[in-house]
């Protein structure tokens, strides 16, 4: 739970960035981000039940235990559909404005895909969501320092 809250922060630098590329109309920018806020709060609800039931072990019969636990896979998906809309609403701002190398925005239609198909879907949130938010990250601190050295200095 503690990483989404981290991906929310990472959300919100990526937004900044996005908006500032995309130009005036921040369409794909906002449909990103509420993706992203989406994804995290589904996140953070995979593992509320689970803790819920280790939390008040005394007072939860097991069928609500039972109950809360399928209530992740819920919550998985959840987070699994809307992920979809970040990595196609970021793979079109990197397409148009080139914030991203090409092969950056196609492997974000790559994920796109698995996100999408249900069986293997799992694929892409437990292992290519943490790579690529890695990955943007390094991407955007590179650009940060090359801005910084090709800056003009302040009069």
């Known amino acids: 739970m503690l990483g ?3 991906f929310l922060w990472f959300a919100g630098t990526l937004r900044g960035r996005m908006a500032e590329a995309e130009g005036e109309r921040h369409t794909f920018t906002g449909i990103a981000y509420g993706c992203a806020i989406g994804a995290a709060v ?4 995979t593992m509320a039940g689970p803790v819920a039931v280790a939390i008040n072990k005394n007072d939860v019969s097991a069928a609500t235990a039972g109950a809360l636990t399928h209530v992740t896979d819920m919550f998985f998906v959840g987070a699994e559909m809307t992920l979809i809309g970040l990595f196609t609403a970021a793979a079109v701002v990197a397409f148009r404005t080139g914030l991203f190398p090409k092969w950056w925005a196609i492997l974000m239609w790559v994920v796109a895909v698995v996100l999408v198909v249900g069986p293997i879907g799992w694929v892409g949130v437990i292992f290519c969501v943490p790579i690529w938010t890695l990955g943007t990250v390094f991407m955007l601190m590179r650009q940060r ?3 910084a050295q090709i800056a003009p200095a302040a009069a």
């Open 4 to 6: 989404c809250v981290f």
């Open 42 to 45: 589904f996140g953070i609800g």
């Open 145 to 147: 320092s090359d801005r």
